[in-house]
C-alpha cells in the first residue's frame, strides 16, 4: 500500500479550513471610532524686489488683499479644532519694515491683525521664523469667519528706495489644520 503525500496534505487543509477559529463582529464599536487628520498646506507667499517698494514718503507702501474662501465648505468648519499659521519672513533690503497680515470679514472689518517687525539688512542672512500663532476655543471662531486675507507693508525710516534699490522682501507662511471626527 503506497501513500498519497498530496492528497493527505489536501484532507489536512480541508480539515483545517473547516475548523478555523472565527468570532462575532461587534460593529458597535464604529460608533467609539474618533478620526483626528492633521492637514499642512501653504498659507501665503511673497516676494517683492525693492525697486517696487518705492518710498514715496509714507510709510504704507504695499497692500494686497486675496479670498481665502476656506470656511465655506462645511465640512472644515464642523470638523475643525485648531489651526496653526507659521511665518517666515526674509530681508535682504537696508531697510526695516512692519508686516502686517490681516483676517478680513466678507464686509472687510479686521477681525485680527498679525504685526511682524522685520530688520533691515545689514549684510548677513536676514530670516526669522516668528512664533506660530495658535488659533483655539474663541479665537478659532473669529478665525472661520474670515473671508479675505491681507497684507500691508510699512517702511521703516531709512535711506529712501528707489528704481535702482536692490534686495528683496520675501515671505513664506504655513497653516496646520487639526480636525476631529467622530
Do not use: W
Not at 460593529?27 to 478620526?35: A, G, P, R, S
Not at 465655506?72 to 485648531?82: I, S
Not at 478680513?104 to 500663532?133: C, F, H, M, Q, W
Amino acid at each position: 500500500m503506497e501513500l498519497n503525500y498530496g492528497r493527505i496534505s489536501k484532507i489536512i487543509l480541508l480539515l483545517l479550513f473547516f475548523s478555523s477559529c472565527s468570532s462575532e463582529l461587534d460593529f458597535d464599536q464604529v460608533k467609539d471610532l474618533k478620526l483626528e487628520p492633521v492637514f499642512v498646506g501653504n498659507l501665503a507667499y511673497f516676494d517683492v524686489p525693492a525697486n517696487q517698494l518705492i518710498d514715496d514718503g509714507g510709510n504704507h507702501i504695499a497692500y494686497d488683499v486675496r479670498a481665502f474662501d476656506i470656511f465655506k465648505e462645511k465640512f472644515l468648519n464642523d470638523h475643525l479644532k485648531k489651526a496653526e499659521f507659521d511665518f517666515e519672513i526674509e530681508n535682504n533690503i537696508d531697510r526695516a519694515f512692519v508686516v502686517n497680515f490681516l483676517l478680513l470679514s466678507a464686509d472687510d472689518t479686521v477681525l485680527e491683525r498679525l504685526s511682524y517687525i522685520v530688520p533691515a539688512y545689514k549684510g548677513s542672512p536676514n530670516v526669522i521664523k516668528y512664533p506660530t500663532e495658535v488659533f483655539a476655543n474663541e479665537r478659532l471662531d473669529l478665525l472661520k469667519q474670515t473671508v479675505k486675507i491681507g497684507f500691508v507693508v510699512l517702511i521703516q525710516s531709512g535711506t529712501p528706495l528707489n528704481e535702482n534699490s536692490v534686495g528683496n522682501l520675501k515671505l513664506r507662511s504655513s497653516a496646520t489644520a487639526y480636525l476631529e471626527i467622530e
